[in-house]
């Protein structure tokens, strides 16, 4: 298939359009390179750097030639950030999106693969969480995502365009090629692992009175490699289902304090950790249930304990911070 990868540049895009490759599929990538790198693209994709928004070139990149699919990655992601400047969200991630959408419509492209969040289902009222749980987003990055995620139903019921939306947990660690390199970063496990790299002084907790067994928030990991293997799997999925809406985590929660306890094991460094205030929008628990798409596709996740997912991300970000 021919498949346009939006945001193709980033960590989970990058590391997607070198599979498809991988697979024989021909991939085109798109990304403005506002917090993409140019080297993580693929060598053999095509490469445009333009924005989802810039009506003209979008129309360029289509009128190139027909795609079987579009996967979406391009977005601003920083839950914290949405709550201080939520109208850059609404923006790039809904609005933005729009423009590509209209775009998707136009060119009859049959299959739109969506990079959501768990974000969107704000403070669980149970765990772990399942598709069809009340959406109640708690910060403007989850609720930017749930406007796009209705955005394509509506496409779907009125235009019949077959989609599916994958609700990602935390997606972390590397391949050998390809790891997490946001700026600024806002992850756990790449921050974490700046402190031994002596990139940081310490890691900041961001709030210990969280309703939970030490305090802090606990979060689901997924492997990159993993969630590259599901959007594979939905790309492919869409011949027989018009409409997939799916999690993607381990069913496994861990809180922050575990996260860099498994670090100081992982890399022999002594992490030091400083309590700071809770971020706005952060809930306390996020457990995926992943239990349909492991029915209806198939799907069976293989690096995604946290051990192996920490020492993936190690593993990679010594050789860069060795390459330097």
């Given at each position: 298939m021919r498949?346009?990868?939006?945001g193709?540049?980033?960590?989970?895009?990058s590391?997607?359009?070198?599979?498809?490759?991988?697979?024989?599929?021909s991939?085109?990538?798109l990304?403005?390179?506002?917090?993409?790198?140019?080297?993580a693209?693929?060598?053999?994709?095509?490469?445009t750097?333009?924005?989802?928004?810039?009506?003209?070139?979008?129309?360029?990149v289509?009128?190139?030639?027909?795609?079987?699919a579009?996967?979406?990655?391009?977005?601003?992601?920083?839950?914290?950030?949405?709550m201080?400047?939520?109208?850059k969200?609404?923006?790039?991630?809904s609005a933005?999106?729009l423009?590509?959408?209209?775009?998707?419509?136009k060119?009859?492209?049959?299959?739109?693969?969506?990079s959501?969040?768990a974000?969107?289902?704000?403070?669980?009222?149970?765990?772990?969480i399942t598709?069809?749980?009340?959406l109640?987003?708690?910060?403007?990055?989850?609720?930017?995502?749930?406007?796009?995620?209705?955005?394509l139903?509506?496409?779907?019921?009125?235009h019949?365009?077959?989609?599916?939306?994958?609700?990602?947990?935390?997606?972390?660690g590397a391949?050998?090629?390809?790891?997490?390199a946001?700026?600024p970063e806002?992850h756990?496990?790449?921050?974490?692992l700046?402190?031994?790299?002596?990139?940081?002084p310490?890691?900041?907790?961001?709030?210990?009175d969280?309703?939970?067994?030490?305090?802090?928030?606990?979060?689901?990991y997924i492997?990159?490699?993993d969630?590259?293997t599901?959007?594979?799997l939905?790309?492919?999925?869409?011949?027989?289902?018009?409409?997939l809406?799916?999690n993607?985590?381990?069913g496994?929660?861990?809180?922050?304090?575990?996260?860099?306890?498994?670090?100081?094991?992982i890399?022999g460094?002594e992490?030091?950790a400083?309590?700071?205030?809770?971020?706005?929008?952060d809930?306390?628990v996020?457990?995926a249930?992943?239990?349909?798409i492991?029915?209806?596709?198939?799907?069976?996740?293989?690096?995604?304990?946290?051990?192996?997912?920490?020492?993936s991300?190690?593993q990679?970000?010594?050789?860069?911070?060795?390459?330097?």
């Amino acid at each position: 298939m021919r498949i346009l990868v939006t945001g193709g540049a980033g960590y989970i895009g990058s590391v997607v359009a070198d599979r498809l490759l991988r697979n024989g599929h021909s991939v085109t990538v798109l990304d403005n390179l506002s917090k993409g790198h140019r080297e993580a693209v693929p060598a053999q994709a095509q490469f445009t750097q333009a924005d989802m928004g810039d009506e003209p070139a979008i129309a360029g990149v289509f009128d190139q030639g027909q795609f079987d699919a579009v996967m979406h990655f391009a977005a601003f992601i920083e839950a914290g950030e949405s709550m201080l400047v939520p109208e850059k969200y609404f923006d790039n991630n809904s609005a933005r999106t729009l423009t590509l959408l209209e775009a998707v419509l136009k060119h009859r492209v049959p299959r739109f693969v969506l990079s959501s969040t768990a974000a969107v289902y704000g403070e669980p009222r149970r765990s772990p969480i399942t598709e069809d749980d009340p959406l109640q987003p708690t910060n403007a990055y989850g609720e930017s995502k749930l406007m796009v995620e209705r955005m394509l139903a509506w496409f779907h019921r009125v235009h019949g365009l077959r989609y599916a939306s994958l609700r990602y947990f935390n997606a972390a660690g590397a391949t050998a090629e390809r790891g997490e390199a946001h700026h600024p970063e806002t992850h756990l496990i790449p921050l974490v692992l700046q402190v031994p790299l002596g990139q940081r002084p310490a890691i900041s907790i961001f709030g210990a009175d969280y309703p939970t067994k030490d305090g802090t928030c606990i979060r689901d990991y997924i492997h990159v490699d993993d969630l590259a293997t599901a959007h594979l799997l939905a790309l492919d999925g869409l011949d027989e289902h018009s409409q997939l809406i799916c999690n993607l985590g381990s069913g496994n929660g861990f809180s922050v304090r575990e996260v860099i306890e498994i670090a100081r094991k992982i890399t022999g460094h002594e992490i030091p950790a400083v309590e700071a205030p809770r971020r706005a929008g952060d809930p306390a628990v996020l457990v995926a249930s992943s239990e349909k798409i492991r029915r209806v596709l198939g799907w069976n996740p293989q690096h995604s304990d946290i051990d192996s997912i920490v020492r993936s991300a190690w593993q990679w970000h010594k050789r860069q911070a060795s390459s330097r």
